[in-house]
């Protein structure tokens, strides 16, 4: 069974970056030809696909957001991590680790960004 944690701190001050790490246990982040991705969603609206790593240590990012984020890997630990650059006060959202296609899902974090 595979399983997906989120961690990282919650409350962040503008300006700074936010970086969660999920950690899979159950399947590695470099074997069969998946991807890792991130996905967030504020209260009360849909989910926001933010990017993805794949088995080779590709990434894609979401047009929005290529220019803040990245994300990376921690291969020995079996982890990746995302980045999330410049970030501005605005609704708390709830972010999530997962394989696609989607088939596995962290319980998800959330973060808030505030003065």
């Known amino acids: 069974q595979v399983q997906l944690q989120e961690s990282g701190p919650g409350l962040l001050k503008p300006s700074q970056t936010l970086s969660l790490t999920c950690t899979v246990s159950?399947?590695?982040?470099?074997?069969?030809?998946?991807?890792w991705s991130w996905v967030r969603q504020p209260p009360g609206k849909g989910l926001e696909w933010m990017g993805a790593?794949?088995?080779?240590?590709?990434?894609h990012y979401s047009s929005s957001l290529n220019s803040r984020m990245s994300i990376s890997r921690d291969t020995s630990k079996n982890q990746f991590t995302l980045q999330l650059s410049s970030v501005t006060p605005e609704a708390p959202a709830v972010y999530y680790c997962?394989?696609?296609?989607?088939?596995?899902w962290g319980q998800g974090t959330l973060a808030t960004v505030s003065s």
């Open positions: 997962t394989r696609v296609p989607y088939d596995s």
């Open positions: 159950g399947d590695s982040i470099t074997t069969n030809s998946v991807y």
């Open positions: 790593i794949g088995t080779s240590g590709s990434t």
